[in-house]
């Protein structure tokens, strides 16, 4: 019997305690993330790799340098175990588990509680896929496609539908005509639209 989908969720992880076992290499992308949404990182290692250390030493996070015990975990929302040992990796899922926390054992499915999507990020637009850990590599290969498809222009064009639409609530008080003109706010016409007044004065003349 396979296992049920997955429920897809974004998380505000600002100002939340967060805890990462291992920093090595690709400990240090999954603390970047988590540094990136805001979160308050800790991690527990006996050694580190520069870029984590330099990360400590600026505060972005909090740097144990031991190896990892139970008592660890006390108190954080969600774990990621991420050293090159699986027993010690394992016994991080464990004993999240025996505490309510989620934990995401990397690159090992059966020991996850969550995982990480691959992510196309334009500002507050986000898509992000998943395929429950079967195929990381076919979600990089969407993910790369989708990137095309949208450009980096696109986390301007929603900063101003997230203007135009507070305008909208002010301003009309119809809840019809509000729910008809923000429809037509997201066409693509309206990004056409968009795309043209972004372009320089002297771009316009060259047309």
């Known amino acids: 019997m396979s296992s ?41 290692a006996p050694q580190a790799t520069a870029g984590i250390i330099e990360l400590a030493d600026r505060g972005a996070v909090a740097w144990r340098q ?3 015990a139970a008592e660890d975990l006390n108190g954080f929302f ?11 990796n394992h016994a991080v899922f464990e004993q999240s ?17 969550f995982f990480y999507p691959a992510i196309v990020r334009r500002g507050h637009f986000q898509i992000a896929i998943s395929t429950g850990g079967h195929s990381p590599a076919l979600a990089q290969r969407i993910r790369q496609d989708l990137e095309r ?19 909208l609530f002010s301003e009309v ?12 706010s997201v066409e693509a016409d309206s990004f056409a639209r968009f795309m043209q007044h972004r372009i320089p004065a002297e771009g316009k003349d060259a047309l």
């Open 4 to 44: 049920p989908p997955l429920f897809p969720l974004f998380v505000k992880l600002a100002g939340r305690p967060c805890l990462v076992v291992g920093a090595g290499g690709v400990a240090e992308q999954k603390i970047q993330s988590l540094v990136v949404c805001g979160a308050q990182v800790s991690v527990v």
């Open 66 to 68: 031991k190896s990892f």
């Open 78 to 88: 969600l774990a990621v175990a991420a050293t090159s040992s699986a027993d010690v």
């Open 97 to 113: 588990s025996q505490r309510g926390i989620l934990c995401n054992v990397v690159d090992d499915p059966p020991y996850c509680d």
């Open 149 to 167: 498809q949208f450009p980096p222009i696109y986390a301007d064009w929603l900063e101003n539908l997230g203007r135009e639409r507070a305008t």
């Open 173 to 184: 008080s119809d809840p019809e005509l509000r729910r008809t003109l923000i429809r037509q």
